[in-house]
């Protein structure tokens, strides 16, 4: 199962909005709504910032949101902020596989 | 508090042996899917294996007939037990507890570092 692809890095100033892409195929993101998004700042372990393609866990900010369209997510973060500077991984069930497949991971960057 | 305490990392050679713990608090392991996930060093993350709330368990192509997956509900522990260990197996190996759709974990412990390396 090859890993959902995400560009590389993303940046933006402090208050403005971006948004990290999660590409997959029909099997995986396109077919169902179980995409999900973690945070991980380095040396820390990944937190759950969105699940099931747009659902928030309780304590998440509402500036991070999630969508889909066709055989791609996305998570949008809105007014920007220095914490938020961590790499983002997308996650969703695929068909092909038993286990999920992860993202090829995000890093971002605060300008 | 919902807390997950990994333990049992370590450097071990290639070929050896060795067993991942990971205790939980605040909930019933034997209630929920529990994962383990791993991420090479300066790498992604990769699910590595799964065991259900009735037992059934599911592995990476990559662990399958060398890591074994299992709980003691007594004890509220979730074990990895690995074998035959490579070189590629060095990672940080992370504990989680799946959410309730079963494809996402939402609670995450603070990981354990595996070396293999002779």
């Known amino acids: 199962q090859s890993a959902l692809t995400q560009p590389a890095s993303v940046s933006g100033s402090p208050g403005q909005s971006i948004t990290i892409s999660c590409t997959g195929t029909?099997?995986?993101?396109?077919?169902?709504?179980?995409v999900s998004w973690y945070q991980q700042h380095p040396g820390k372990a990944p937190k759950l910032m969105i699940y099931?393609?747009?659902n928030r866990p309780s304590g998440v900010s509402n500036r991070f949101s999630g969508s889909k369209s066709g055989n791609t997510a996305s998570l949008t973060i809105s007014g920007l902020q220095a914490d938020d500077e961590a790499d983002y991984y997308c996650s969703s069930y695929t068909t092909s596989s038993t286990l999920g497949v992860f993202g090829t991971g995000t890093k971002v960057t605060v300008l | 508090e919902v807390q997950l305490v990994e333990s049992g990392g370590g450097l071990i050679q290639p070929g050896g042996s060795l067993r991942l713990s990971c205790a939980a608090s605040g909930f019933t392991v034997s209630s929920n899917y529990m994962s383990w996930v791993r991420q090479a060093p300066g790498k992604g993350l990769e699910w590595v294996s799964v065991i259900y709330s009735g037992g059934t368990t599911y592995y990476a192509d990559s662990v399958k007939g060398r890591f074994t997956i299992s709980r003691d509900n007594s004890k509220n522990m979730v074990y990895l037990q690995m074998e035959s260990l490579r070189a590629e197996d060095t990672a940080v190996y992370y504990c989680?507890?799946?959410?309730?759709?079963?494809?996402?974990?939402?609670?995450w412990g603070q990981g354990t570092l595996l070396i293999v390396s002779s």
């Open positions: 989680t507890r799946d959410g309730s759709s079963g494809w996402y974990s939402e609670i």
């Open positions: 029909s099997s995986d993101v396109g077919g169902y709504n179980y």
């Open positions: 099931d393609v747009s």
